[in-house]
């Protein structure tokens, strides 16, 4: 339980848990508009790291399709049309982070 207490007030999210003993009570102040600010900008930080995430795992699982073109274990169009299939897929889940991100905006910024 202290150890749950003591995670909440040193986190970022600005908040003071208090504990009887059994139960930890927060305070949820209402959202002014820089914390509001602050929000999406994390928002924001979190969509590029996984955007990221995403732009490394494509690196990977095309490293991993030019190796096996490289060892003869799949032809040269089979690994075109993987790499074209791969970056389809990295763009579908950028975009859906994108759309996410978009509604989490909307939604911080209404009052």
């Known amino acids: 339980m202290a150890e749950i207490e003591k995670t909440l007030r040193d986190s970022d999210l600005g908040i003071n848990p208090n504990s009887d ?18 929000y999406i900008k994390l928002a924001h930080t979190k969509a590029e790291d996984a955007k990221v995430s995403i732009r490394n795992i494509r690196r990977r699982a095309k490293e991993e399709i ?7 274990k799949i032809g040269e169009d089979e690994g075109t049309r993987a790499e074209k299939e791969l970056e389809s897929f990295t763009k579908k889940h950028v975009e859906n982070v994108d759309s996410i991100l978009k509604v989490k905006e ?3 910024l209404e009052v």
């Open 66 to 72: 030019d190796h096996l073109v490289k060892e003869g």
């Open 106 to 108: 909307a939604e911080l």
């Open 21 to 38: 003993g059994t139960v930890i009570r927060i305070n949820l102040p209402q959202l002014t508009e820089e914390r509001r600010r602050e």
